[in-house]
T-cell receptor
Framework: QKEVEQNSGPLSVPEGAIASLNCTYS??????FFWYRQYSGKSPELIMS????GDKEDGRFTAQLNKASQYVSLLIRDSQPSDSATYLC??????????????FGKGTMLLVSP | ETGVTQSPTHLIKTRGQQVTLRCSSQ?????VSWYQQALGQGPQFIFQ???????GRGNFPPRFSGLQFPNYSSELNVNALELDDSALYLC?????????????FGPGTRLTVL
């Protein structure tokens, strides 16, 4: 069973702080990794994709990938109350490398207090 | 550019009934994936359609079936509804079927089975 693990949280940070969200995955051959943000009662919204080891930055978001450690993280700088949501880590397992299915973690709830 | 749309928004059915959910993919996208998201869980892959063919399926029974039409819109059909089928059903479209393609979700259909 291919698994993606996330701490369910909640992760509480004050406004303006850096929020660090972590994810581990079991399928060593996975090639593509995604972070989605999901507000309560809404559908997931893609915020970052990463395919190579290292960091990828987009605005206040930085995704980090370490395939050797099977670890993906998302950093949110200058956290805002509007960032309060559940963050889902998703991985494309190598078994399905021919097509783009995703295995999701259960998500980490982030709470940013003013 | 139109995003992914789904209908209906909400649906209430009774056990044993059948349901059809609909999805229109984002403009230019030829691949549609369906996911089931139970409360407090990450989305689970049901199946994927690429150019009107099912090209991948998750661990769901045959009473979950689907179609994709020439305009790449898609339907998810569920027969003999069970209480555990109550969930948010998400449709995601992607540019193509490969593992590096980002998936974009529609707003979802909330199904309640009584």
């Amino acid at each position: 069973q291919k698994e993606v693990e996330q701490n369910s949280g909640p992760l509480s940070v004050p406004e303006g702080a850096i929020a660090s969200l972590n994810c581990t995955y079991s399928d060593r051959g996975s090639q593509s990794f995604f972070w989605y943000r999901q507000y309560s009662g809404k559908s997931p919204e893609l915020i970052m994709s990463i395919y190579s080891n290292g960091d990828k930055e987009d605005g206040r978001f930085t995704a980090q990938l370490n395939k050797a450690s099977q670890y993906v993280s998302l950093l949110i700088r200058d956290s805002q109350p509007s960032d309060s949501a559940t963050y889902l880590c998703a991985v494309n397992p190598v078994l399905y490398s021919g097509y783009s299915t995703l295995t999701f973690g259960k998500g980490t709830m982030l709470l940013v207090s003013p | 550019e139109t995003g992914v749309t789904q209908s209906p928004t909400h649906l209430i059915k009774t056990r044993g009934q059948q349901v059809t959910l609909r999805c229109s993919s984002q403009s230019g996208h030829n691949t549609v994936s369906w996911y089931q998201q139970a409360l407090g869980q990450g989305p689970q892959f049901i199946f994927q359609y690429y150019r009107e063919e099912e090209n991948g399926r998750g661990n769901f029974p045959p009473r979950f079936s689907g179609l994709q039409f020439p305009n790449y819109s898609s339907e998810l059909n569920v027969n003999a509804l069970e209480l555990d089928d109550s969930a948010l059903y998400l449709c995601a479209s992607s540019l193509n079927q490969g593992s590096y393609n980002e998936q974009f979700f529609g707003p979802g259909t909330r199904l309640t089975v009584l």
